[in-house]
């Protein structure tokens, strides 16, 4: 982040203004200051002498809260979760065969294998949950049916992650041992099963059970011990993502319930320690999540659940709450959120989504923090005050703090002003604690960030909680949105973004691609974040300076737009473009977004304006969209080498 602003920046700020800049930018350094950076917390407070001598009794009173928290549950809740074991029962399992996985190989596909596998998991962990309220084992059959052919499959790697081993993207090589997401999913599903119904397993087979911890030895614990080499333990020096947090907290997970000898789970806790820091040493002191809102739950979500597991297993002996940072990951959801179902959803995030409550409850208790507290419940609200019946690990998770949930004012925190300034994104908002109003988030930061579009200078714009200008986001993953192609795909862009393209050149890929000189000032009616997009372009650009301001008035929701921008040289026109799923009026010097209440109001003589459609096919931006969007394109009239630009966002 650069936080200095330049001499000419200085010189248009008023001294009023400069004054309170200065002591904005003092009172954040010291904030940052004060928080400690990030250095191998984890595996520092777990080499204190902390180990896993008493893990059976631990167990065991898992045990017994999980199933009197069941038992608690409302009737009604009980009998809708037997009925989908009921339904499961009569399930026919799919077969997974070679041709299948090795769609995405021959075609790019991944979803025809995924969904299946996927399928079958949610059906065993439907009669996994309808046995633990019911415990008479009429659901043990066709429960060992479903567990045995997840057991018998040959891979729990998804073909789209196979791709590591040394034949690439092809049948799983059995000589290689990999750990992916889907693996560590599975695995913490199969040992929870052994956890809560090995005796019942073992009434119907003696080997069943013998089976489940064979093969969480050979998938899980023997290749996690044995390498190194898997990108996302991050031991290479590499930069890590969500993958790290999820995958060795399910691994973590699988463990402490299943692992037979406290001195195996000291050692492979010792190094799923190490791994996790590596994840933690690089997380930005705000707490923001680069991968956005999408992919919190999977990230600092899923790290909580690692924390909270741990905090339990060894009766608070590994505890963090003395961690700013951990606290700021937490804060990083609500700072995100919009309103109802709507989030910020920068890169590979989508618009619709809610969060998990469960990370977020536990969020609050490791911090006795009242606003997340209330924000988990304001998310279980949106879930129908419903629990999760797919996953029977999230499940067990969830029975275990609902009475909680039920006695907590379900409230979002709508936070008025919420900068982060390590991961460059800030939100605002008319009136703090409501979703009334005008709502704007802007981004800086660069174009290597983890599920990356070409987005620097990106903004959106909601009005009264619902959409106006848009981030059209992601769509439904292929074989190309990982690879060398992906940005080919159209969303990934710059040009179906709300940022510039310069002299006919969009935005690059690459972490020199980026934002500068990211700043920010406050003053009594309005916000402003200034940035320059220059260096967010290609030399083929040939451009100097791009300097983006966005002031923003909440008293009159009113966003006032002003790009000042110089060209080393002319080749075609510039254009100024921004997404809506809203119908577009035009009138001379004025644009109308459909029935949101926002327009636009720009100089017609310095530009030309066009309306262009997009039809959508994902159904992923279907379902946040509907059937079309609009990419609204200012072309500058001037060919002159050096401009400025004011236009006008306002609640029409």
Not at 509 to 531: M, P, Q, R, V
Request: aromatic letters at 12%; hydrophobic letters at 40%; charged letters at 25%.
């Amino acid at each position: 982040m650069e936080t200095q602003t330049t001499a000419e920046n200085k010189s248009s700020l008023r001294p009023g203004k400069w004054i309170l800049f200065v002591l904005l930018m003092l009172s954040f350094h010291l904030g940052l200051a004060q928080k400690e950076t990030p250095g191998n917390w984890l595996s520092t407070a777990f080499k204190k002498g902390v180990d896993f001598n008493q893990i059976g009794e631990w167990r065991n009173e898992q045990q017994l809260q999980t199933f009197q928290k069941i038992d608690a549950l409302p009737e009604h809740i009980k009998s809708a979760f037997v009925k989908q074991a009921e339904q499961a029962n009569l399930y026919v399992w799919p077969s997974l065969p070679a041709s299948l996985y090795l769609d995405y190989k021959h075609t790019g596909t991944r979803t025809n294998y995924e969904q299946l596998q996927s399928e079958r998991r949610r059906k065993l962990s439907n009669l996994v949950i309808g046995e633990l309220i019911e415990r008479k084992g009429r659901f043990i059959p066709q429960l060992v049916n479903g567990l045995w052919l997840v057991l018998e499959e040959s891979t729990w790697v998804a073909p789209a992650h196979i791709v590591v081993q040394k034949e690439g993207a092809d049948l799983p090589n059995p000589e290689e041992g990999y750990i992916d997401l889907n693996a560590g999913r599975t695995a913490v599903t199969v040992a929870m099963i052994y956890h809560l119904l090995a005796p019942e397993l073992d009434t119907y087979s003696k080997v069943i059970n013998k089976r489940i911890l064979s093969e969480l030895d050979k998938r899980i614990f023997q290749p996690y011990m044995k390498y190194n080499q898997f990108w996302w333990m991050g031991f290479k020096g590499n930069a890590v993502n969500n993958w790290n947090a999820w995958v060795n907290t399910n691994c973590m997970h699988t463990a402490l319930l299943a692992m037979q000898t406290p001195d195996s789970l000291n050692r492979f806790t010792e190094k799923i320690m190490r791994s996790t820091d590596n994840f933690l040493n690089q997380y930005p002191l705000d707490g923001g999540c680069d991968e956005g809102p999408s992919y919190w739950g999977e990230a600092g979500g899923k790290l909580i659940r690692l924390l909270t597991l741990l905090n339990s297993a060894t009766k608070g002996k590994l505890n963090w709450e003395d961690k700013p940072l951990i606290h700021e990951m937490g804060n990083y959801i609500y700072k995100m959120h919009i309103a109802d179902d709507y989030m910020v959803n920068f890169a590979d995030a989508t618009a619709r989504s809610t969060p998990d409550f469960e990370s977020i409850y536990q969020f609050g208790m490791l911090f006795n923090d009242p606003v997340l507290k209330q924000f988990a419940a304001f998310q279980f609200k949106q879930e129908h005050q419903e629990l999760p019946s797919g996953d029977v690990t999230d499940f067990v998770q969830s029975v275990a703090i609902y009475a909680d949930l039920l006695k907590i004012p379900a409230t979002a925190a709508y936070p008025k002003i919420s900068l982060l300034p390590q991961l460059q994104v800030l939100t605002m908002r008319s009136e703090a604690g409501s979703s009334k109003g005008m709502f704007v988030a802007i981004k800086g930061g660069n174009n290597a960030e983890s599920h990356n579009h070409n987005d620097i200078g990106n903004f959106i714009i909601y009005m009264d909680g619902k959409p106006a200008i848009i981030d059209v986001g992601v769509g439904t993953y292929t074989s190309k949105t990982f690879s060398k192609q992906r940005y080919e795909l159209w969303n990934l862009q710059s040009q179906w973004h709300n940022c510039p393209v310069i002299n006919g050149i969009p935005q690059s890929d690459g972490k020199k691609y980026a934002a500068k000189d990211f700043t920010y000032s406050h003053e009594a009616d309005h916000e402003n974040l200034h940035l320059d997009l220059a260096a967010a372009y290609p030399e083929t650009a040939e451009v100097k300076q791009w300097k983006r301001n966005l002031d923003f008035y909440p008293a009159k929701e009113m966003l006032t737009l002003t790009e000042s921008y110089q060209l080393k040289k002319f080749k075609e026109a510039s254009v100024l473009n921004f997404m809506t799923a809203a119908p577009v009026q035009q009138s001379p010097g004025e644009l109308t977004f459909g029935k949101t209440g926002l327009a636009l109001k720009y100089d017609p003589s310095k530009f030309e304006v066009k309306v262009i459609e997009k039809l959508l096919e994902d159904p992923r931006l279907k379902n946040s969209w509907g059937e079309k969007v609009y990419r609204v394109e200012l072309r500058f009239k001037s060919k002159s080498l050096k401009d400025q630009v004011v236009l006008k966002f306002y609640k029409k």
